[in-house]
């Protein structure tokens, strides 16, 4: 992940549309997304492959102006909080609780009939994490008892996450009950901040951008017996790597994608230093700024599509 303690939607950005932060100082869905339509992304691919697309946010459309953007990347439905139907909280959390966010997923897929790419970000284990948002514990932190604040709040977090795993667990759980072909790829978009000091050790700092990914499947394909290790890659390669697993034909630049992380699997500036210019990373740069600030003359040919 490119970020920690915060930005949610920059790591959003690369997961959706294969461009990456890494070129960029600013916020993407604000500053660029939300103001350009018919924007390349993964939404508009599957679509051109005849799915329908719907993104899902327990919380207020407007943040990260997700309202203006998910239309522009091309998705047909965006529901936001007010218009789930699977609202419950798990004690005193303010927010959605993952196993109704997934439960709003179940009932997105067994009320659509055609193929559906459903893109789900949840709230459950945002900020704040107060010791009092669940009625108990499951995780005790130590080595705190002067001031057990940073403990308190990482105790409730790791509650979150192990309430988190259990939801995880029932959808999985139920998508082998259904006979359609699922694909689940879930991840973290960043680590809370509130670790302080801890992630410092080892691994030269860098196990604060480290998160969880997993691409799980209900169903065998040829390359089903591989040892299933993803090793470490930024989200800007989440989909062709999926399509790939499937064994799909891609776009060009899909294809492209997969190109760079072979010699760039982490391409974050945490991971490869912003001196470092490599012709397939300037190719790469100047094709996402085709697309942000230049003529977008790579969307007259059929560079996003697969054929």
Not at 272 to 291: C, F, N, P
């Amino acid at each position: 992940s490119s970020g920690c303690g915060g930005g949610t939607a920059n790591v959003g950005f690369d997961v959706v549309t294969g461009f990456s932060n890494y070129f960029l100082n600013t916020l993407p869905y604000s500053g660029f997304v939300s103001h350009i339509s018919n924007f390349p992304s993964a939404v508009s691919f599957y679509n051109q492959n005849g799915y329908t697309s719907t993104a899902l946010h327990p919380y207020g459309k407007t943040m990260y102006k997700r309202d203006l953007v998910y239309p522009n990347l091309g998705f047909s439905t965006f529901k936001g909080l007010d218009d789930f139907k699977y609202t419950d909280k798990i004690d005193n959390s303010q927010y959605v609780s993952d196993q109704a966010s997934f439960d709003q997923v179940l009932y997105e897929l067994k009320n659509q009939s055609s193929s559906q790419f459903i893109h789900l970000v949840t709230m459950q284990n945002h900020m704040p994490y107060d010791a009092s948002v669940y009625a108990e514990n499951n995780f005790k932190v130590s080595g705190h008892e002067n001031d057990r604040t940073d403990a308190d709040k990482i105790e409730t977090y790791l509650t979150g996450i192990n309430k988190s795993d259990q939801a995880m667990a029932n959808f999985i759980n139920e998508l082998n009950k259904t006979e359609e072909k699922t694909v689940v790829a879930f991840w973290g978009d960043h680590w809370p901040g509130i670790y302080g000091e801890a992630f410092n050790e080892g691994d030269d700092g860098m196990n604060i951008h480290r998160t969880p990914l997993f691409i799980y499947k209900n169903f065998e394909t040829e390359s089903s017996d591989k040892n299933g290790n993803l090793g470490t890659m930024s989200l800007n390669y989440l989909t062709p790597t999926i399509l790939s697993e499937l064994d799909v034909k891609m776009s060009p630049y899909q294809y492209m994608l997969l190109n760079i992380k072979d010699d760039y699997p982490a391409l974050t500036k945490d991971f490869v230093k912003t001196g470092e210019k490599a012709q397939v990373l300037k190719d790469y740069e100047l094709i996402e700024y085709d697309i942000l600030t230049g003529k977008k003359w790579s969307l007259d040919s059929d560079f996003y599509e697969s054929k």
